[in-house]
């Protein structure tokens, strides 16, 4: 992205919330839950299409297949994965590799930044002064769709469902898990590697509110700056979130 830098880039696309857990990773005899076996495994992700979404999105993108990365961020996006909503904006506000679209850049951003993560919110404001009050009245209106399809209140519940779905299906029982169960994923050499049940399930990646209250700690702090090339001011007043007006 000619105008992102690279810092904000490799956050967004990041594969997963768990990268910088990740790369202090445990020596081989324990198991954590940020394992990247676990987390990059096909079984945690189906749980996860934020991130699934979102990994395959940021394939594609680093591969220069421009417009099958917006069609995946936006997979991502329909789950609440704010970065992925971002991403978007990004994409449609320098034209990178897709139409450029400065009302719809402007929308995607409302939308990402409606939990205050100060990166986003900053985003927002510098689209803001870069639209004419004709794209702002039409910002306004786009909004109220995207908010309907894409805001936290229909999204978190998609993304909970497909939670729940998941931890059922590999159950296979609603009576509950036997204690000291483990979980087979293939290890890098396809070997199965067993995985203690309590450390796969653990509660910040698989309990709702413990998985939003994570994204939130991790994405509320600032991820550097963002650059999206010279805008021209329109007026002094504040961008105000489209869901408000």
């Not at 495994?41 to 395959?56: I, T, V, Y």
Request: proline share 8%.
């Amino acid at each position: 992205m000619k105008d992102l830098p690279k810092s904000m880039l490799r956050c967004i696309v990041a594969a997963a919330l768990f990268v910088a857990a990740a790369a202090s990773a445990s020596p081989p005899t324990e198991v954590r839950d940020d394992d990247p076996l676990i987390v990059n495994s096909e079984a945690f992700q189906r749980g996860h299409p934020d991130l699934l979404w979102r990994n395959r999105a940021a394939t594609a993108y680093q591969q220069k297949r421009y417009e099958e990365a917006a069609t995946r961020f936006r997979y991502a996006a329909r789950y609440g994965d704010k970065p992925s909503q971002a991403m978007l904006a990004m994409m449609l506000w320098n034209g990178d590799g897709i139409g450029a679209d400065r009302v719809q850049a402007y929308a995607w951003i409302d939308v990402a930044a409606e939990r205050g993560y100060k990166s986003f919110l900053a985003t927002r404001e510098k689209f803001w002064v870069g639209l004419s009050e004709d794209e702002r009245r039409r910002a306004a209106d786009l909004g109220k769709a995207l908010y309907a399809e894409y805001g936290d209140e229909r999204a978190k519940k998609r993304l909970d469902l497909e939670m729940t779905r998941e931890k059922l299906r590999i159950t296979g029982s609603h009576l509950g898990r036997p204690k000291g169960a483990l979980v087979l994923l293939p290890g890098p050499d396809g070997r199965p590697r067993p995985i203690p049940d309590t450390v796969f399930w653990s509660p910040r990646y698989w309990n709702p509110q413990q998985y939003w209250s994570l994204q939130d700690r991790v994405w509320e702090q600032p991820k550097g700056h963002v650059d999206v090339g010279p805008v021209q001011p329109v007026d002094a007043q504040p961008p105000t979130p489209l869901e408000e007006r």
